[in-house]
């Protein structure tokens, strides 16, 4: 149930499950007053008690006590991937509005099943990622859209995250002391975790994707023996075709050196970002120039833009990452409140999901080459004993 405070109302949000991520949403929290935090659930109790201890509200016994509690309006989805279908699917019959982590689900035909049920039920469905808000976003967006660079035609967008498997990634923790899931982590693959970063950026900026050739690569994948059975790939190239026309080439993963950058090129210049996953990121345009004789240097010295939004006050204390992440429950908040649909609106998730699931298996047909003899040069050495089967992607 809203509740009002001065001159908006406040809008009762429950979290399912109090683990590593949910240390990134407590902290930024306090940037949306009109956010009230009437408690949490999580399995394993003493989390859901050290969640609200930190950030607010009570603790639940029981899944059922959240989802009976007339003051829970949105229930924030914060289990693990695997149990976001079930979770997702009810809470939206109890007639909560949802907004989950991502991804969504790990199959599109659970999601879409999801956003048939919240359209005949009359709710609200929507997934983060929410780094679309940040003002690095926000500032390069509008950039876009505002004819900076002329016409866009290309994109190169990276989120390598540095080689996961030579990281102390058992050590990591959260702020409360919560473990990083590694296993879950390592079980559904980066790409499926976190392609959705770049595409709301470059959908937000392009349009939807009309047209996709991808490949998912485990170049590393002697390194997880005793950590999970199954490996998913550990990085994805991907080549995009927007609606607008612009082409990007994406690589998402943990296997090369880090690499969070993303370059758009327009017929006037290009623009950049250093660290899609800092949401200060600096955005910097470099506008074409004449040139003359055989100079190839047709662009301008470096411009930073102003940003066209303030920092925001709360953030987590974290040099890896700052992932605006409440900011996605503000948007679901402001269109439960105000009747419209929210920026991250259903089938616009659906399409990322979708995209992400595409990149995390892609299996673009390989074009045989004819390959030369041996002895075809020296420079081969004795790494070339004639055709080998190309490395096949698990
Ligand atoms: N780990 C990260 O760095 C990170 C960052 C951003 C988003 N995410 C996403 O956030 C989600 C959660 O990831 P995490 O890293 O916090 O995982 P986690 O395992 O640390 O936390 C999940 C919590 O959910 C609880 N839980 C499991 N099933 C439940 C259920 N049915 N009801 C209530 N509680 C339940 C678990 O006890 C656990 O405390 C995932 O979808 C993940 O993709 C993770």
Redesign the pocket.
């Known amino acids: 149930m809203s509740t009002s405070t001065g001159n908006y109302r406040r809008t009762g949000v429950a979290f399912?499950?109090?683990?590593?991520?949910?240390d990134?949403y407590g902290p930024t929290l306090p940037n949306y007053p009109e956010l009230e935090v009437v408690g949490a659930?999580?399995?394993?109790r003493e989390?859901a008690e050290s969640f609200t201890a930190e950030y607010g509200g009570r603790v639940y016994g029981a899944?059922e006590e959240v989802l009976s509690d007339p003051e829970v309006e949105i229930v924030v989805n914060?289990?693990?991937?695997t149990?976001?279908y079930?979770?997702n699917r009810a809470a939206l019959l109890a007639g909560k509005h949802v907004y989950c982590?991502?991804?969504m689900t790990t199959k599109l035909v659970e999601a879409t099943e999801l956003a048939e049920l919240a359209e005949q039920r009359g709710l609200l469905l929507s997934s983060?990622p929410a780094t679309v808000f940040s003002r690095s976003a926000q500032t390069l967006i509008r950039a876009v859209h505002g004819g900076t660079v002329g016409t866009p035609r290309l994109a190169y967008a990276s989120l390598d995250m540095g080689p996961l498997a030579f990281m102390a990634y058992r050590d990591w923790q959260s702020a409360r002391g919560?473990?990083?899931?590694y296993r879950?982590?390592v079980g559904?693959g980066c790409v499926l975790?976190h392609a959705g970063y770049l595409l709301t950026w470059l959908t937000a900026m392009f349009g939807p994707v009309v047209r996709m050739s991808g490949q998912a690569v485990t170049p590393f994948s002697d390194q997880w023996e005793g950590v999970v059975d199954d490996v998913a790939p550990e990085t994805s190239f991907g080549c995009l075709h927007f609606a607008d026309g612009t082409v990007c080439r994406v690589t998402i993963g943990w296997a090369a050196p880090a690499d969070k950058s993303l370059l758009v090129v327009g017929d006037q210049g290009v623009l950049s970002v250093e660290d899609v996953w800092q949401a200060s990121s600096p955005v910097t345009l470099r506008r074409r120039v004449a040139t003359t004789g055989r100079d190839t240097g047709y662009l301008g010295e470096p411009e930073q833009l102003p940003f066209v939004l303030p920092p925001l006050e709360y953030g987590y204390d974290d040099e890896a990452h700052d992932?605006t992440?409440s900011a996605g429950i503000a948007d679901l908040a402001r269109a439960v409140r105000s009747g419209e649909r929210p920026l991250l609106d259903t089938e616009y998730c659906l399409h990322i999901l979708d995209l992400s699931i595409r990149l995390a298996t892609a299996r673009s047909e390989d074009e045989a080459i004819d390959v030369p003899p041996p002895s075809a040069t020296r420079l081969w050495g004795d790494r070339y004993r004639g055709p080998v089967a190309a490395s096949v992607p698990r």
């Open positions: 399912l499950g109090c683990g590593y991520a949910a990134f659930y999580d399995l394993r989390r899944l914060l289990t693990p991937t149990e976001h079930a979770v982590e991502k991804p983060a919560v473990p990083w899931p879950e982590e559904n975790e992932l992440v």
